[in-house]
């Protein structure tokens, strides 16, 4: 009896829990008949758009990070500076970014907090020792993240490459033994004719 293609309970994984697919070696392990090859494909075909899927979400959120981490670092450079600063500076003339397009001066006190956004139109007020913590985690976090992110993408691929390899084997090994089954069935019919005896 062929060995079934592992369920993704008993698999290996990955650090973040993506299976490894499984490595056909022998397709004997996987088929034991032409009977069961259509089955195995289709199995291999479902886990090929599982990977893909994947792919494509880790696609997206790497490129969310690769976006966040600037912004992220440009927030905790300017926290940095607002630190630097003493209580009887002159107000500091700034540019800040409204919008994409859009610009404004400001004059900036000297001041011993910050407000950041958090998220889901939460702006929250922080001291500026607690908002350099708070930016250095969220950026070290980010970057672990990312880093994550394109360790994943590179193992989806190579899971991806192994079962479009996986599929090609069984594929041509279901190709092997239908010649086989022809190979023999004709020999079985040159062998089972009449031997007819010549005349006189």
């Known amino acids: 009896m062929a060995t079934q293609v ?11 829990g993506i299976p490894f697919a499984p490595f056909v070696d022998k397709v ?23 990977y893909q899927f994947m792919e494509v979400n880790t696609q997206r959120r790497s490129a969310g990070l690769k976006d966040k981490i600037p912004d992220i670092q440009k927030t905790l450079d ?47 007020a922080y001291p500026i020792p607690e908002a350099e913590e708070l930016l250095e985690g969220k950026l070290d976090a980010a970057k672990v993240t990312l880093g994550n992110c394109e360790e994943d993408l590179d193992f989806l691929r190579e899971q991806i490459t192994t079962l479009e390899v996986a599929t090609a084997r069984v594929y041509n090994w279901d190709v092997t033994q239908k010649r086989k089954e022809k190979t023999e069935l004709g020999d079985h019919r040159e062998g089972g004719g009449k031997e007819i005896a010549p005349n006189g």
């Open 6 to 16: 592992q369920s993704s309970k008993d698999a290996p994984t990955n650090p973040r």
């Open 78 to 124: 300017t926290v940095r500076f607002l630190k630097t600063r003493e209580p009887d500076a002159d107000p500091l003339e700034a540019t800040f970014e409204l919008n994409d397009t859009l610009y404004a001066k400001a004059h900036v006190p000297y001041t011993d907090e910050v407000y950041l956004w958090l998220g889901a139109n939460v702006m929250l």
């Open 28 to 50: 004997e392990d996987y088929v034991s008949s032409r009977a069961e090859v259509d089955g195995t494909m289709k199995s291999f075909q479902e886990m090929i758009a599982k």
